[in-house]
């Protein structure tokens, strides 16, 4: 198994910047890739950005494209969301995901408030 821990969420103002981190424990040798998804109040979840983890190629969302950068640390097994001219529209609780060749793992989420 393994274990995810989101942090770094709080409350910002419009057009600040945050950056969220996701640290794995346990089996990690075994993701494959990991992201970063999204839900805002009354809304479904939404995928953000995620990131290969053996080689770094990132995709995003159309939405968060030029303001937001996944990257990760393998040294420290943690993924990071660098996010910029953060928006009101960006507030949700963010979720860090793993897809590992055993199953699929959640952290339980960081909680992002963007005041305009």
């Known amino acids: 198994q393994v274990q995810l821990v989101e942090s770094g969420g709080g409350l910002v103002q419009a057009g600040d910047s945050l950056r969220l981190s996701c640290a794995a424990s346990?089996?990690?040798?075994?993701?494959?890739?990991m992201g970063w998804y999204r839900q805002a109040p009354g809304k479904e979840r939404e995928f953000v950005a995620r990131?290969?983890?053996?080689?770094?190629?990132?995709y995003y969302t159309d939405s968060v494209k030029g303001r937001f950068t996944v990257s990760k640390d393998n040294a420290k097994n943690t993924m990071y969301l660098q996010m910029n001219s953060l928006e009101s529209e960006d507030t949700a609780i963010y979720y860090c995901?793993?897809?590992?060749?055993?199953?699929?793992?959640w952290g339980k989420g960081t909680l992002v408030t963007v005041s305009s």
């Open positions: 990131i290969v983890w053996g080689g770094g190629t990132s």
């Open positions: 346990g089996r990690t040798m075994n993701i494959v890739l």
């Open positions: 995901k793993a897809d590992t060749t055993t199953g699929t793992y």
